[in-house]
Structure formats: structure tokens, C-alpha cells
């Protein structure tokens, strides 16, 4: 059974740290672009951070640059997102997507993704 799951979410005070894990099961990670994105109360799903098969090419929406970092373990078939520096307005629903993918090509929109997991609550606050 084809399926991601998300954890590592937590409530944390502004200035504080998360890792949060994507493990697939059902399909390797090898040849799949993976996404992260999120989704605040009242908002909108937003793309976060993404990255391509290769692992080799990486995008960050502005709001996180600098202090979220994607990473892709292919032997652990799962893929991480470092959370630094957190602030109030990160707090969401984090979900990993990913589709089959070859090479140094990401995606940045929801579309494009075939699988999703269940989502993370990360909460930011003081």
C-alpha cells in the first residue's frame, strides 16, 4: 500500500527548532519529486519547500528561506525538512507530497503530485 506519513510536529516558542519526517512506504523515494507545503486555519494550501529526485536541486518560498532546509535519505526512503528559527505565522498543517519524477526537476504545485500523507500540526508559539 502506497502511502507517506508525516511526523514531527510539535508545539514550539518562536526561535525554536523542528525536524519533520515524510517516510514513504508502498514506492521508493528514488525516482519521486517531493514537496512540502502548508495549511493554515482560514488559508490557503501554500507550497513550503520541494526537491527533485536527484536530491540535487532544491526551491524555498520566500517566507522560509534562510531557516527551513529539505533533505532527501533515499536508503531511509524518507525525507526530512529542518525547521529553524520558527515564527508565529509557520504555525500549519505540514504535508509531504510526492510523484514520480526523474532527474533534477521539482514541482511547486499541488497538482502535480500523486501522493499525499495526513499532514503534521506544527504550532508556533510564545
Known amino acids: 500500500q502506497v502511502q507517506l506519513v508525516e511526523s514531527g510536529g510539535g508545539s514550539v516558542q518562536p526561535g525554536g527548532s523542528l525536524r519533520l519526517s515524510c517516510a514513504a512506504s508502498g514506492f521508493t523515494l528514488d525516482y519521486h519529486a517531493i514537496g512540502w507545503f502548508r495549511q493554515a486555519p482560514g488559508k490557503e494550501r501554500e507550497g513550503v519547500s520541494f526537491?527533485?529526485?536527484?536530491?540535487?536541486?532544491?526551491y524555498y518560498a520566500d517566507s522560509v528561506k534562510g531557516r527551513f532546509t529539505i533533505s532527501k535519505d533515499n536508503a531511509e526512503n524518507t525525507v526530512y525538512l529542518q525547521m529553524n528559527n520558527l515564527k508565529p505565522e509557520d504555525t500549519a498543517v505540514y504535508y509531504c507530497?510526492?510523484?514520480?519524477?526523474?532527474?533534477?526537476?521539482?514541482?511547486?504545485?499541488?497538482?502535480?503530485?500523486?501522493?499525499w500523507g495526513r499532514g503534521t500540526q506544527v504550532t508556533v508559539s510564545s
Open positions: 526537491i527533485s529526485s536527484s536530491g540535487s536541486s532544491t
Open positions: 507530497a510526492a510523484t514520480p519524477s526523474a532527474g533534477n526537476v521539482y514541482y511547486t504545485r499541488p497538482y502535480y503530485y500523486r501522493y
